[in-house]
């Protein structure tokens, strides 16, 4: 059964109406199975988080995980982080759209021409099936890296210096936000305005370890500095009851003048 707020049509493409919720955190389904991650979903409630499906499900798997979530009236994100030339990384969010799907990352390194590419395709194939075009939004510098790493791929910039440029380059091309550190989420809030998404990794609670991620925060400051969505894996998804650990999350965003949804 969906949730209240939700509309498939025949196509499987969800329509969203004016209560459709709009939860802060987005769980990171970094599963190897899809078995594995639907048995999460029937966990959770789409009332209180969206989901993130990234490469290791999708390739695994392929879109039919994506559409079963969207029937059961989740916001998706596909997090693809597209990188191509600009006819192919067009194709690929034009087949993105076709899924339902709430939000698609392409990288801004890509370049004007790709994200211009990205950002008319977007709009063209929503437009085209009758639905609302999803969230368009950039990769700026992966949260596992440093200024040391930058400097030996070739980047003279700092992280928080190249970060700005591809925000400042991105917001250009008519993308709706990035995917950022919330380190610097304070940073590009004053510089791209109230209505530039940022989309914070990198999220962990304050007792967890930092694994492989460089630059994390806990959820309270990451909202705090800013952002707009927290992707959020295993302190939800490797908890006892993630559920309960969604909620208190959410609870805990609520007390510091955050809606859940």
């Given amino acids: 059964m969906l949730e209240p707020g939700i509309r498939v049509q025949e196509s499987g493409i969800r329509q969203e109406s004016v209560d459709m919720p709009d939860p802060k955190v987005i769980v990171a389904l970094d599963f190897a199975t899809p078995t594995a991650a639907m048995a999460l979903v029937d966990r959770l409630d789409p009332q209180q988080c969206a989901l993130k499906v990234g490469k290791e499900l999708f390739v695994t798997a392929g879109p039919d995980p994506v559409r079963r979530m969207v029937e059961r009236g989740f916001n998706v ?7 191509d030339i600009p006819n192919t990384v067009a194709n690929a969010c034009a087949a993105a759209v076709k899924l339902g799907v709430w939000m698609i990352n392409v990288h801004a390194s890509g370049g004007r021409a790709m994200l211009r590419a990205a950002r008319d395709t977007v709009d063209a194939t929503a437009a085209g099936i009758g639905h609302k075009a999803p969230l368009l939004i950039g990769v700026t510098v992966l949260t596992s890296l440093k200024d040391a790493d930058l400097r030996e791929i070739g980047h003279a910039n700092t992280v928080i210096g190249e970060v700005s440029a591809l925000a400042k380059l991105t917001e250009a091309c008519g993308l709706d936000g990035v995917v950022c550190s919330a380190h610097e989420a304070a ?3 004053a ?10 990794p990198g999220i962990r609670l304050a007792d967890s370890a930092g694994d492989d991620q460089a630059r994390t925060v806990t959820p309270e ?7 707009d969505y927290l992707v959020i894996g295993r302190p939800i998804t490797q908890a006892a009851d993630p559920l309960a650990a969604l909620r208190a999350i959410n609870a805990s965003l609520a007390s510091r003048g955050a809606p859940a949804a």
């Fill in 191 to 200: 510089q791209c305005g109230p209505h530039f998404k940022l989309v914070t």
């Fill in 221 to 227: 400051v990451a909202i705090q500095a800013g952002a």
């Fill in 187 to 189: 940073a590009l809030r």
């Fill in 77 to 83: 994100f596909l997090d693809l982080k597209f990188h």
